[in-house]
C-alpha cells in the first residue's frame, strides 16, 4: 500500500464543480463523492485550492477547519493528511487540483513543496494539450460545415447555371417554324405557338397589341377618324 | 509553460535517490502527451507514479 496517494481533480468553471480526473490508488467510494462537488473556501484542501488558486496544505484532516464536513469520509478512506495545488494553466486559469494525501499527519518538507508543484505542471501540460485538441476539433467541424453549405449553395447555383446554358443554346440554334401557321417545333418534337416557346426558354412575357400595319389592314376605317 | 520549467533541485537528503526515478517517470508522461495520449491515461500515468 502506498505510502502517499495521489489524485488530480478536474475543474469545471461554469458549474464551480470538480470531476475525477485520475486517481489510482484512492478508494471508488472516495472518488465517487468527491466527483461533481462544488469548490470554495472551506471545502476541503482541493475546493479550497481551486476556488483561491493557492496551495492548501492540510497536515490533520480531523482537526483542519478546511474538512469539517468531509473529514468522516476521509477517515473512512483511511487518509489523515491532504495537500493540495492548484493546476494554473499559461493564462493563469484554474484548471484542477494535484493533491497529495498521507494516511497520517504529516507536514510537507521542501522536497514535497517542490514535488506537488512540479506535479501540477505536468498535470496542467497534459490539461492544456487536450483543451487545445478540443478547440481544434471544434474549429475544424465548424469550418467542415461551412465548406458544405459553400459546396451545396455552389451546386444549386451550378445547376441553375447550366439549365440557363440549356435553354439558351436552344434559342441560339436552328429552330424549325411553320411557314404557314408559324408555330416552331421544339428539341423534343412538339409543335408550340411561337410565344410559349419563348417564354418557355427566354422568360419575357407577352403583351398583346396590333401593330399599324395590321390595324390598317383589319381596321381600315380606324386610323381615319 | 516550458517543459524544462521542471526539474527538482535534489540535494543530499534522503530523497535526493528518488529524483533519477521521479525525473524518468515524468519523462514517460511527457512522452504520452507528446504522443497525443488521452488525457485520462496521461493523468493515470502521473498520479500511479508520483504514489508511493
Redesign the interface.
Known amino acids: 500500500m502506498?505510502?502517499?496517494?495521489?489524485?488530480?481533480l478536474l475543474y469545471d468553471p461554469e458549474t464551480r464543480t470538480v470531476h475525477h480526473?485520475?486517481?489510482?490508488?484512492l478508494p471508488e467510494f472516495y472518488c465517487q463523492a468527491i466527483n461533481g462537488a462544488e469548490v470554495g473556501v472551506g471545502r476541503g484542501s482541493c475546493g479550497t485550492a481551486i476556488a483561491t488558486a493557492q496551495r492548501v496544505v492540510v497536515e490533520d484532516v480531523l482537526t483542519h477547519p478546511y474538512w469539517t464536513n468531509f473529514w468522516k469520509l476521509a477517515v473512512t478512506a483511511g487518509l489523515r493528511a491532504c495537500w493540495s495545488q492548484p493546476i494554473i494553466?499559461?493564462k493563469h486559469a484554474v484548471l484542477g487540483s494535484f493533491a497529495?494525501y498521507y494516511r497520517d499527519v504529516r507536514k510537507p518538507?521542501a522536497?514535497d513543496l517542490?514535488?506537488i508543484e512540479?506535479?501540477a505542471?505536468?498535470?496542467?501540460?497534459?490539461?492544456?494539450?487536450?483543451h487545445t485538441?478540443q478547440e481544434l476539433e471544434q474549429h475544424r467541424n465548424h469550418l467542415e460545415e461551412m465548406v458544405r453549405a459553400r459546396t451545396s449553395e455552389l451546386e444549386k447555383l451550378n445547376q441553375e447555371l447550366r439549365q440557363v446554358n440549356h435553354d439558351v443554346s436552344l434559342l441560339r440554334g436552328l429552330l424549325p417554324i411553320c411557314a404557314s401557321c408559324k408555330r416552331v417545333r421544339d428539341d423534343k418534337g412538339y409543335w408550340a405557338q411561337i410565344e410559349a416557346y419563348i417564354v418557355k426558354y427566354a422568360g419575357p412575357v407577352f403583351t398583346h397589341g396590333i401593330c399599324p400595319d395590321c390595324s390598317q389592314r383589319l381596321y381600315p376605317g380606324l386610323g381615319r377618324r | 509553460m516550458s517543459l524544462s520549467a521542471v526539474s527538482f533541485s535534489g540535494g543530499a537528503g534522503p530523497e535526493a535517490a528518488r529524483i533519477p526515478r521521479i525525473l524518468e517517470a515524468r519523462n514517460h508522461v511527457y512522452e504520452r502527451i507528446a504522443l497525443g495520449a488521452p488525457l485520462a491515461e496521461v493523468l493515470n500515468i502521473l498520479t500511479a507514479t508520483s504514489s508511493r
Open positions: 502506498p505510502d502517499v496517494l495521489c489524485s488530480v480526473g485520475a486517481a489510482p490508488s494553466s499559461s497529495m518538507d522536497f517542490e514535488f512540479t506535479s505542471h505536468v498535470a496542467a501540460v497534459a490539461i492544456e494539450r487536450t485538441e
